[in-house]
């Protein structure tokens, strides 16, 4: 009988706990982050302050509950109410402790902590907040991100200024639209005829068979401009635009004839073609793709080109935070328009599995979603900030193999390769769970040997890592049969879907990059494989194992292998201190490598250049001038990471590929002196003919919405672009230094008023219009004037001296602003809309 009375009694006890926690509503506890103090005890760490405000009729408990979130920080209490722990990758908790009394409602708490590093701007805010009862702990409940606080001007680090960005802008000279180069990316050579080409419905295109699909392509475009199609066709004595095949051009180079009878493009190869009518398309007036018109004038030309470089790749996570595949196929008019030749597709790592499998239905079932747990038997845990829920657009999603093979289809159409990456065997913590999932799976249902099929880590296995970015299970077991299973079995399936879609499949990308130390040191697989193979003598020796495995399994299909850089390196000990050096093992097998470990001061200045005079086919990656998720400057109010630098549209513009000391710049832009590289390896002659190409990349664990993406992807893609593509131009090659270059000086001017003028613009509308980041404007007190620029010639300033926002109505600057007193402006692109305010105060 006191049994029973204890059950009840214990049981009414849980349920009077859980009516009452589900009566406390967690998305009234509103959040206000603030950044106290930077470098925090003379240390490279930020005091901060996380405050709940209770916004509900009902006090948030002092105990039973766990507040989650995602940082790339660690966290530790100031105060003893609340601890602060890490977990795995980037999930921390706030967990209350006995020194907690609970928030009443109408009442705020202030959680004062310290965090590693320097908090530069808003990517160093906490995200992803969620409320964990202990009575229902499988239930994670969403809290809104917190509202950010400005960071006060005692905590400016180095952060820019109007003044800084005046200054940068003072050399931006405003040229006639009528005298920029008529097609972009900057072509070989052209030249401007006489008269003008009208577009209309009357106009007929007329191709060779070669070119049909080429053919189709435009006048399907035309006609969403003209509202009528146009006849397709052989040649006639009509007013046409001429698809001419030529011999002896290469296979994307083309040439240009505009004159007023009519349009010729003439090429060698379907490529070149295309290309060609890229270019006819940039001679169209910016805002064609915005409204019908019955015609379109362009300006008489003559043109020949090719690129520079045959590969020009743009890499695209959708690992981190998933794109959908509209998005998708959008960025792919995006490169289409701008030359861009391969897409770099980083389709999994430890946050998510991206691609349908077939056979390994676990892989998306569990490795595509995201949400509250702390086993991921059943999903992922959240991470950058996706919650606790597995329908956050951007923390779950795939791709199915119809979705896949449509994509292929659609970027093949408009001469785009697209390599997938399987990223191993580090960064694969998706992979290892779906994985496990399955292993579970079958040693349910008794059939071990299937079980164990596709296991990718070895369940005995005792090592203690933690990777770059804090997971401590993310490295797949090399030792194990069962890896390479796994990887001839996605292998295969992927190739197979490249044929459903007759899709060019050359190579596929497999990762290799930031396995930490500490990793299968403890694995008894790992132990037995040593015994048997006298050659590995410690774990290092694991790295040529594995990799030499990988590149048979590829090259039994045909294929060759790419990857990060530390793919073409090995470690060795060199005065007791383990280094990364080349390794001539896989130089001669057509292994690709990516370099993006160029970062200044970090010591592998050089890394591009040693692996390109050993022999490796090397792409040029580099994180200081190619990354795309480096945050544009030094501002609170940007976006983006800076781990390796602050990179805005010039770092793009202004990469040397074969000399890229020469334009070194610190994060705060600063041109690094040349001694900063003595002693460093120069790029030999042969050496040149190994880098095969560029690539611009986007990391998306900030991403978390499609106007983010082309934020952060536009216009720094356009810099990249005439890297790529364009000749090397005459400043590039200068001896003197080029900040001070008159030559380059010009260049920079010409460039960004050919995207102010047109193709920025052209991009408010183009494949729906793109959310592309619009400068801030520069501005400085002289003499008791405000006066004011802007990186864009063709956008206008718009100012208010009542302590109003500017907007799209707002008085034009025109010149020095008198008024006393504080000033706001901003800079307005020719749809209305604007990019962050700057402030000034004429005294």
Same mark, same amino acid.
């Given at each position: 009988?006191l049994?029973?009375?204890?059950?009840?009694?214990?049981?009414?006890?849980?349920?009077?706990?859980l009516?009452?926690?589900?009566?406390?509503?967690?998305?009234?506890?509103?959040?206000?982050?603030?950044?106290?103090?930077?470098?925090?005890q003379?240390?490279?760490?930020?005091?901060?302050v996380?405050?709940?405000t209770?916004?509900d009729?009902?006090?948030?408990?002092?105990?039973?509950?766990?507040?989650y979130?995602?940082?790339?920080?660690?966290h530790?209490?100031?105060?003893?109410?609340?601890?602060?722990?890490?977990?795995?990758?980037?999930?921390?908790?706030?967990?209350?402790?006995?020194?907690?009394?609970?928030?009443?409602?109408?009442?705020?708490?202030?959680?004062?902590?310290?965090?590693?590093g320097?908090?530069m701007?808003y990517?160093?805010?906490?995200?992803?907040?969620?409320?964990?009862?202990?009575?229902?702990?499988?239930?994670?409940?969403?809290?809104?991100?917190?509202v950010?606080?400005?960071?006060?001007?005692?905590?400016h680090?180095?952060?820019?200024?109007?003044?800084?960005?005046?200054?940068?802008?003072?050399?931006?000279?405003d040229i006639?639209?009528e005298?920029?180069?008529?097609?972009?990316?900057?072509?070989?050579?052209?030249?401007?005829?006489?008269?003008?080409?009208?577009?209309?419905?009357s106009?007929?295109?007329?191709?060779?068979?070669?070119?049909?699909?080429?053919?189709?392509?435009?006048a399907?475009?035309?006609?969403?401009?003209?509202?009528?199609?146009?006849?397709?066709?052989?040649?006639?004595k009509?007013?046409?635009?001429?698809?001419?095949?030529?011999?002896?051009?290469?296979p994307?180079?083309?040439?240009l004839?505009?004159?007023?009878?009519?349009?010729?493009?003439?090429?060698?190869?379907p490529?070149?073609?295309?290309?060609?009518?890229?270019s006819?398309?940039?001679?169209?007036?910016?805002?064609?793709?915005a409204?019908?018109?019955?015609?379109y004038?362009?300006?008489?030309v003559?043109?020949?080109?090719?690129?520079?470089?045959?590969?020009?790749?743009?890499?695209?996570?959708?690992a981190?935070?998933?794109?959908?595949?509209?998005?998708?196929l959008?960025?792919?008019?995006?490169?289409?328009?701008?030359?861009?030749?391969?897409?770099?597709?980083?389709?999994?790592?430890?946050?998510?599995?991206?691609?349908?499998?077939?056979?390994?239905?676990e892989?998306?079932a569990?490795?595509?979603?995201?949400?509250?747990?702390?086993?991921?038997?059943?999903?992922?845990q959240?991470?950058?900030?996706?919650?606790?829920?597995?329908?956050?657009?951007f923390?779950?999603?795939?791709?199915?193999?119809?979705?896949?093979?449509?994509?292929?289809q659609?970027?093949?159409?408009?001469?785009?390769?697209v390599?997938?990456?399987?990223?191993t065997?580090?960064?694969?913590?998706?992979?290892?769970?779906?994985?496990?999932a399955?292993?579970?799976?079958?040693?349910?249902?008794?059939?071990?040997?299937e079980?164990?099929?596709?296991?990718?880590?070895?369940?005995?296995?005792?090592?203690?890592?933690?990777?770059?970015?804090?997971?401590?299970?993310?490295?797949l077991?090399?030792?194990?049969?069962?890896s390479?299973?796994?990887?001839?079995?996605?292998?295969?399936?992927?190739?197979?879907?490249?044929?459903?879609?007759?899709?060019?499949?050359?190579n596929i990308?497999?990762?290799?990059d930031?396995?930490?130390?500490?990793?299968?040191?403890?694995?008894?697989?790992?132990?037995?494989?040593?015994?048997?193979?006298?050659q590995?003598?410690?774990?290092?020796?694991?790295?040529?194992?594995?990799?030499?495995?990988?590149?048979n399994?590829?090259?039994?299909?045909?294929?060759?292998?790419?990857?990060?850089?530390?793919?073409?390196?090995?470690?060795?000990?060199?005065?007791?201190?383990?280094?990364?050096?080349?390794?001539?093992?896989?130089?001669?097998?057509?292994?690709?490598?990516?370099?993006?470990?160029?970062?200044?001061g970090?010591?592998?200045?050089?890394?591009?250049?040693?692996?390109?005079?050993?022999?490796?086919?090397?792409i040029l990656?580099?994180?200081?001038?190619?990354?795309?998720?480096?945050?544009?400057?030094?501002?609170?109010d940007?976006?983006?990471?800076?781990?390796?630098?602050f990179?805005?549209?010039?770092?793009?513009?202004s990469?040397?590929?074969?000399?890229?000391?020469?334009?070194?710049?610190?994060?705060?832009?600063?041109?690094?002196?040349?001694?900063?590289?003595?002693?460093?390896?120069?790029?030999?002659?042969?050496?040149?003919?190994?880098?095969?190409?560029?690539?611009?990349?986007?990391?998306?664990?900030?991403?978390?919405?499609?106007?983010?993406?082309e934020?952060?992807?536009?216009?720094?893609?356009?810099?990249?672009?005439?890297?790529?593509?364009?000749? $090397?131009? %005459?400043?590039?090659t *200068? +001896?003197? &230094?080029?900040?001070?270059? =008159?030559?380059?000086?010009?260049?920079w001017? !010409?460039?960004?008023?050919?995207?102010?003028?047109?193709?920025?613009?052209?991009?408010?509308s183009?494949?729906?219009?793109?959310?592309?980041?619009?400068?801030?404007a520069g501005a400085?007190?002289e003499?008791?004037?405000?006066?004011?620029?802007?990186?864009?010639?063709?956008?206008?300033?718009?100012?208010?001296? $009542?302590g %109003?926002e500017?907007? *799209? +109505?707002? &008085?034009?600057?025109q010149? =020095?602003?008198?008024?006393?007193?504080?000033? !706001?402006?901003?800079?307005?692109?020719?749809?209305?809309?604007?990019?962050?305010?700057?402030t000034?105060?004429?005294?």
């Open positions: 009988m049994i029973r009375f204890l059950i009840t009694t214990l049981f009414l006890l849980y349920g009077s706990a009516a009452t926690a589900q009566n406390v509503d967690p998305g009234k506890l509103q959040l206000t982050w603030e950044v106290k103090k930077i470098n925090y003379g240390k490279s760490q930020t005091l901060a996380l405050a709940i209770n916004h009729r009902v006090a948030l408990p002092a105990s039973g509950w766990t507040l979130f995602n940082s790339s920080k660690t530790a209490a100031v105060s003893g109410e609340v601890q602060m722990e890490a977990l795995n990758g980037d999930l921390n908790r706030i967990v209350p402790t006995s020194r907690f009394t609970g928030l009443p409602p109408g009442k705020s708490h202030q959680i004062e902590y310290v965090a590693s320097k908090a701007n990517k160093d805010a906490p995200t992803g907040f969620y409320l964990v009862w202990d009575v229902v702990p499988s239930k994670g409940l969403a809290i809104p991100d917190p950010q606080k400005p960071l006060a001007a005692a905590n680090d180095g952060h820019i200024t109007p003044a800084i960005i005046f200054e940068r802008n003072k050399s931006i000279k006639p639209a005298n920029l180069p008529p097609i972009f990316p900057t072509p070989v050579t052209y030249q401007k005829g006489e008269g003008s080409f009208i577009v209309d419905a106009t007929s295109l007329q191709t060779d068979p070669l070119f049909k699909q080429e053919a189709n392509l435009l399907k475009e035309l006609e969403s401009m003209l509202g009528a199609r146009l006849r397709v066709g052989a040649g006639t009509d007013k046409a635009i001429v698809l001419k095949q030529v011999p002896g051009l290469g994307e180079a083309y040439q004839q505009v004159t007023p009878e009519r349009v010729v493009i003439s090429a060698s190869a490529a070149g073609a295309f290309y060609g009518i890229q006819f398309k940039s001679l169209l007036p910016p805002t064609a793709w409204t019908n018109q019955e015609n004038t362009i300006t008489a003559a043109v020949s080109d090719a690129p520079r470089f045959g590969y020009r790749a743009f890499m695209l996570d959708v981190r935070n998933f794109q959908t595949k509209q998005q998708v959008k960025v792919l008019d995006l490169m289409a328009l701008y030359k861009l030749n391969v897409l770099h597709f980083h389709l999994n790592d430890d946050e998510g599995w991206r691609l349908e499998i077939p056979g390994l239905p892989l998306t569990v490795g595509a979603k995201r949400a509250h747990t702390l086993s991921s038997k059943q999903h992922l959240p991470s950058h900030g996706s919650g606790p829920d597995t329908t956050n657009a923390g779950s999603g795939y791709y199915s193999q119809a979705d896949f093979i449509e994509i292929l659609y970027a093949t159409a408009r001469h785009i390769q390599i997938p990456e399987i990223e065997p580090g960064h694969a913590r998706a992979a290892i769970k779906a994985m496990d399955r292993y579970e799976k079958y040693m349910r249902a008794g059939k071990k040997a079980a164990a099929k596709y296991l990718l880590r070895d369940l005995q296995d005792q090592s203690v890592y933690r990777s770059v970015q804090r997971w401590n299970d993310n490295v077991n090399v030792a194990l049969p069962s390479y299973a796994f990887i001839e079995k996605v292998v295969s399936e992927i190739a197979f879907m490249y044929q459903q879609a007759d899709a060019p499949l050359s990308h497999m990762g290799g930031e396995v930490p130390a500490g990793v299968w040191e403890k694995s008894p697989a790992v132990l037995a494989l040593q015994s048997q193979n006298p590995i003598k410690s774990t290092d020796d694991l790295w040529t194992y594995y990799f030499g495995k990988v590149n399994i590829l090259k039994a299909k045909g294929l060759y292998m790419s990857g990060w850089e530390e793919v073409a390196l090995q470690k060795t000990k060199v005065n007791g201190k383990t280094r990364y050096v080349t390794n001539p093992a896989l130089a001669k097998e057509n292994v690709h490598a990516y370099v993006w470990n160029i970062v200044w970090w010591g592998s200045e050089d890394r591009a250049y040693k692996l390109a005079n050993a022999g490796y086919k090397t990656a580099p994180a200081t001038n190619f990354y795309f998720d480096m945050a544009y400057q030094k501002d609170f940007e976006i983006g990471t800076y781990w390796a630098t990179s805005d549209l010039e770092a793009s513009f990469f040397v590929p074969f000399d890229y000391y020469k334009t070194a710049r610190t994060p705060e832009g600063k041109a690094i002196e040349k001694s900063a590289f003595a002693g460093k390896e120069r790029l030999t002659e042969a050496g040149k003919a190994n880098i095969v190409g560029l690539q611009c990349l986007l990391w998306t664990e900030t991403i978390r919405s499609t106007g983010r993406l934020y952060m992807l536009l216009p720094k893609m356009l810099g990249f672009a005439e890297r790529a593509w364009a000749k $090397d131009p %005459a400043w590039a *200068a +001896t003197q &230094p080029v900040a001070a270059d =008159p030559a380059y000086k010009e260049a001017s !010409q460039f960004v008023n050919v995207l102010g003028k047109r193709e920025l613009p052209r991009l408010n183009y494949a729906g219009g793109f959310q592309y980041r619009i400068p801030s400085v007190v003499n008791g004037q405000v006066k004011v620029n802007c990186q864009l010639p063709g956008f206008v300033i718009r100012y208010t001296t $009542d %109003a500017p907007t *799209a +109505t707002s &008085p034009l600057y010149g =020095p602003i008198n008024t006393k007193g504080t000033v !706001q402006l901003k800079v307005f692109n020719s749809a209305g809309r604007s990019g962050n305010t700057t000034i105060v004429n005294r």
